[in-house]
């Protein structure tokens, strides 16, 4: 088999060997005896270090293991590509972007360094060169995808003469704890050993504390160096308002009326709220929208404007990582709840990167969280359906389309399902889409990945609603071990005063009689959980929880209380609430004083009064819906075209053809008919991933079968 990609096309022709361990040959480049401050500027023509680089080089250069988590722009690449030039020999870096892989492999050339990359957008005969570059020793960067490590005698290819460092890019991924978690990253844990002793490591802008540790165990780097640094920004403040949908692009048109405000992001959930709250803005600034249903050439020209400063704002989606680099972001508002801590961080790190002061706006209300929820649902199917599917299954091969027809259950339902009972072992599914049995205990890591999910949303409300400094909340969130575990001193919370979307009022006759009864309560006990203080200073009263807890904020930002998080156990899950405590400013404090308090306007009518209404129940039999018109009927031979296209693109992977597009995927393509990337993107479930991999082969096969009959 072809170590390249899997084919039978003889042996790779081979140039002089290393026998053992790293090392250079014909071409490479020794190791550098100068030092590191030398070769920084000799190589990449900078002057100095950025904060932590230098330590974490040395760190690598000595060989060290070591798990880097620093945030996106602090300059994680040169934490391996000064080390493996330091070191000499070849640096075999694994990323999941190809774009990126390209634009690296780029970069490094400009800087006089021999680079190269394998992935599926290169011809076999690119990486066959590729591979003889990198065993005659004439590489000192070598970029390869996840899955080319699937390949049958891929790595004991690269075995034959071992990197002299592994870098692996986009770690959180291997982590089904990840925000990103990709299965083709399991394979680095079974097929990096035979590349050691080489040292790795790894990298990732965004890892809670679970998320490093699963990385470590992943990676088998059981020692490695901990360096998770950097997420404190010093000049971000950042600002949370409770306020209903319908008042959002009010609020936001009167933030961005502001000067000093622009230019600005404003994040929006769906790409018709995205058009919506443009056009709502165009009297107050010059603002265009941005996301994945915008023809490439439109997209390319509002980034354009937009870093040129002819546009003063952009609309995007949440979803769609826009890659814009501008330094002088003064405010990024979001105008609904992100679905993690870890999406929210990296957005609101597009504000400020000048230095300068820059505030990040957070409108939301309880209702974000159950959209989430709704759509948490349609990822995460009842276990009693994936159960449904697996018991159908046995240890002979079965078409996944007669078992679903065979369950009669709905398309995408019925592929959702079936890819994660092959993500987590259940079902083991080929290229040519046959399934059959897997292991039995696919439902306790399904439902642990799916109760995590879950956790990340409601870290996102427990933030949203907090209490306390919100920089500090984020910087304890990734674990920053060098952070010095201050207050920012620029929040809503911390500096509430400064706020430009918050706004204060003096608290009614029935706010004052409620904090009356807080303050009196506290002092007859330690301190109390936030939700036994609401029944005693409301009880049987219909002021809503939301203005209660609002209420509670204005008493902890005048130093009035203090609320801490605090958590117990209930049939092994972990509770999270509040627990107020008076300060000693507060046990002071007398009934004449409440009238001078601030209170906050915004949380009125968040959340509904009295009880929640309860959960929809969820049926365990999937509704079936026909699509009478689906790509298969309307194109039949238009969609076997493109099946056996995404069956051999599968094969050649060596992965489900799900994992390439899904049936209902497969099936818009034949009935939409797109011939150009801008119509691809207006195909339902196609983005910006699926276009550039995929897109010209898709088009091609599209506008043969057209030219064919005469469309």
């Not at 403040?237 to 009326?257: D, M």
Request: with cysteine; glycine share 10%; proline share 5%.
């Amino acid at each position: 088999m072809d170590p390249v990609h899997g084919t039978d096309r003889g042996p790779v022709t081979v140039g002089r060997k290393q026998a053992d361990g790293a090392g250079y040959g014909k071409g490479g480049r020794k190791p550098h005896s100068g030092s590191l401050e030398s070769l920084l500027e000799e190589v990449f023509h900078f002057s100095s270090f950025r904060p932590f680089q230098q330590n974490v080089c040395e760190s690598v250069i000595r060989g060290q293991d070591l798990l880097l988590v620093m945030p996106t722009g602090s300059g994680k690449s040169l934490c391996y590509q000064l080390p493996g030039i330091a070191r000499g020999g070849t640096t075999l870096v694994v990323s999941p972007l190809i774009a990126l892989m390209e634009d690296q492999t780029a970069g490094l050339e400009q800087q006089g360094l021999k680079a190269a990359r394998i992935h599926s957008g290169r011809t076999s005969i690119a990486s066959r060169q590729v591979c003889r570059e990198y065993l005659d020793g004439n590489l000192d960067f070598l970029f390869i995808a996840p899955e080319r490590l699937a390949v049958p005698g891929f790595s004991e290819m690269l075995a034959r003469r071992k990197p002299i460092l592994i870098a692996i890019d986009e770690a959180h991924c291997i982590s089904q704890w990840g925000h990103d978690f990709r299965p083709d990253y399991r394979l680095l844990g079974e097929r990096l050993p035979v590349l050691r002793p080489s040292p790795i490591i790894a990298m990732t802008a965004t890892a809670t504390p679970r998320v490093q540790k699963d990385i470590i165990r992943q990676l088998g780097m059981d020692g490695a160096e901990m360096c998770i640094h950097g997420f404190r920004r010093t000049n971000i403040a950042i600002e949370l308002v409770e306020l209903l949908p319908s008042e959002r692009t009010r609020k936001v048109s009167e933030i961005l009326q502001k000067k000093e405000c622009r230019p600005a992001i404003i994040y929006a959930p769906t790409r018709q709220k995205t058009e919506d709250l443009a056009n709502e803005l165009g009297h107050v600034l010059s603002v265009a929208p941005y996301h994945a249903g915008l023809s490439s050439e439109v997209r390319d020209r509002v980034q354009t404007s937009f870093l040129s400063g002819e546009l003063e704002g952009i609309v995007a989606t949440i979803a769609f990582g826009m890659g814009i680099d501008k330094t002088d972001v003064r405010t990024v508002i979001h105008t609904a709840l992100p679905g993690s801590l870890e999406a929210y961080y990296q957005e609101i790190g597009r504000a400020g990167r000048d230095g300068k002061l820059s505030r990040a706006i957070l409108l939301h209300s309880y209702g974000d969280r159950r959209v989430h929820q709704f759509f948490h649902e349609k990822s995460y199917p009842p276990e009693d359906t994936l159960n449904g599917i697996y018991n159908r299954l046995t240890e002979k091969r079965r078409p996944l389309e007669g078992l679903r027809d065979e369950l009669n259950m709905e398309e995408e339902t019925f592929d959702t399902a079936i890819e994660k009972l092959w993500i987590h072992g259940g079902a083991l599914v080929d290229a040519d889409e046959m399934a059959r049995r897997g292991g039995n205990h696919w439902p306790a890591t399904y439902r642990a990945q799916s109760a995590h999910r879950l956790s990340q949303i409601d870290e996102m409300s427990r933030f949203a609603g907090s209490f306390s400094c919100r920089m500090l909340s984020l910087v304890r969130h990734f674990g920053d071990r060098a952070d010095h575990g201050r207050p920012c001193g620029l929040c809503d919370f911390c500096a509430p005063e400064t706020c430009i979307a918050s706004l204060s009022r003096k608290p009614d006759r029935e706010e004052e009689r409620i904090i009356g009864k807080v303050i009196s309560a506290l002092r007859h006990g330690s301190g109390l959980g936030t939700g036994r203080l609401y029944s005693a200073a409301c009880p049987g009263s219909a002021f809503a929880r939301s203005d209660f807890e609002n209420l509670l904020r204005s008493l902890a930002r005048a130093d009035v209380i203090i609320l801490r998080d605090a958590t117990f156990e209930k049939d092994g899950t972990p509770i999270h609430y509040k627990r107020a405590e008076l300060t000693e400013k507060g046990s002071s404090f007398v009934p004449e004083d409440i009238p001078s308090l601030a209170v906050s306007s915004q949380g009125t009518g968040q959340k509904p009064r009295g009880k929640r209404p309860s959960a929809v129940k969820r049926t365990t039999t999937p509704k079936v819906i026909r699509r009478s018109g689906s790509g298969a009927s309307e194109n039949p031979e238009l969609y076997e075209n493109l099946r056996e296209w995404r069956m051999g693109m599968a094969r050649k992977r060596g992965i489900p053809a799900f994992r390439i597009f899904t049936n209902r995927v497969l099936g818009h393509l034949a009935e939409d008919l797109p011939t150009s990337d801008d119509e691809l993107y207006m195909v339902q479930g196609v983005g910006p991933y699926f276009v550039k991999r995929y897109g010209k082969e898709i088009i091609r096969i599209i506008k043969e079968y057209m030219e064919q009959r005469n469309v």
